[in-house]
């Protein structure tokens, strides 16, 4: 029997179901006098039952990586000790800021060299015009002035060679290697402290700068699954740290091997990081969509009423002629219930205040 506050409810919020002996019969059909009021037709929601096809989803678990295509890792060109770091893990930087500066002997050698080919140049543009003078007053052949040409090539050339090196190292006067970022993107990896000894022959980055307006989802898939994994299939996302929030991909990639220790094989889906939520390294839980085969009635997964161990909906002809009627879910999947018997294609169910009307009518 309905309680008093439930009444009280109804009444406040104008939803009341006007009724003379409205009660339904042992049919589940309506009695005479049934109606809904004008407030209440205007508050309800209904939705057709349709064939749709029968789908699945298949949960995995991944977490968030950066785009490899975006992702650029600095070494170190030179030894030596580093004097200043001007950066820090999960910084944003720009192209061509500065990171870290080197002091390093290898630069100082630069230097000497840079030096050396700067006079060289301009011996080999003296020896020239000499050679062209003499020609001119016959003191020397043709020879002697190609000669000459060839060594201010050559003294160029190992010009060029030096300065392309200080280009690459962005070595300033005071013989230190500076270091910069090559792209615009945060500092997601740092291996460099001050006053720290570098090798030049050390393997490791300095830095790893990625751009994170584009990440990937790594989800691993259980070798019992493997199967069903096929590119373009749709995937919702969600993460710990955004629950009321899902992520929108599909698959771009499969990893056609296993990891040997864990028995499991990588799916990828790429998705847009435009306003940034996604860190790498979040743990994140991928629901895959699959396509069983086949078509069934759904109707939205909100308008089933679970009441006596059994599931019921709403099925709504007019504000006069509303049926409670017993339906068999196959599965729920998201906002789709998939209804095995019950009701057709065709036939309208209230997805909206459908408990009060529920109540009113099987009080």
């Not at 994994?229 to 296993?258: C, R, W």
Request: neutral net charge; contains cysteine; proline residues 3%.
């Amino acid at each position: 029997m309905k309680s008093l506050s439930f009444i009280a409810l109804l009444l406040q919020s104008g939803l009341w179901i006007a009724c003379s002996h409205g009660h339904s019969d042992d049919t589940g059909v309506p009695a005479k006098g049934f109606a809904l009021t004008d407030t209440m037709m205007n508050r309800i929601q209904t939705d057709v039952v349709k064939l749709e096809p029968i789908r699945s989803q298949l949960r995995l678990t991944g977490k968030v990586v950066p785009d490899e295509n975006r992702v650029i890792k600095v070494f170190p060109l030179v030894g030596g000790y580093v004097r200043d770091v001007r950066a820090e893990l999960g910084d944003y930087v720009q192209k061509g800021q500065v990171l870290a500066v080197i002091k390093s002997g290898e630069v100082a050698s630069y230097d000497r060299e840079l030096l050396e080919a700067q006079s060289d140049v301009r011996v080999a543009e003296k020896n020239l015009r000499i050679a062209q003078e003499m020609k001119e007053d016959k003191l020397n052949a043709e020879r002697d002035v190609i000669l000459a040409q060839k060594e201010l090539e050559r003294a160029k050339a190992e010009l060029d060679r030096i300065s392309e090196i200080f280009r690459i190292f962005s070595v300033n006067s005071k013989s230190e290697y500076v270091v910069k970022s090559p792209i615009s993107g945060y500092v997601i990896q740092k291996e460099i402290n001050r006053d720290m000894q570098l090798r030049s022959d050390d393997g490791a980055p300095l830095f790893v700068i990625s751009q994170l307006n584009q990440v990937w989802i790594m989800a691993n898939v259980n070798e019992s699954d493997i199967g069903k994994m096929k590119l373009g299939l749709p995937a919702n996302i969600q993460t710990l740290s955004y629950p009321d929030q899902t992520f929108h991909g599909e698959i771009d990639k499969i990893y056609n091997v296993l990891d040997p220790e864990t028995k499991t094989m990588q799916v990828r889906i790429r998705l847009d990081n435009s306003k940034m939520l996604l860190k790498p390294e979040m743990h994140a839980t991928v629901y895959i969509g699959m396509t069983e085969g086949g078509s069934m009635a759904a109707i939205p997964a909100k308008s089933v009423i679970f009441d006596k161990s059994k599931s019921f909906v709403m099925v709504f002809k007019d504000r006069q002629h509303i049926e409670t009627r017993e339906v068999s879910v196959y599965r729920s999947q998201g906002d789709l219930a998939y209804i095995q018997k019950g009701v057709k294609a065709g036939e309208r169910v209230i997805s909206k205040y459908q408990l009060l009307v529920y109540d009113a009518l099987n009080d």
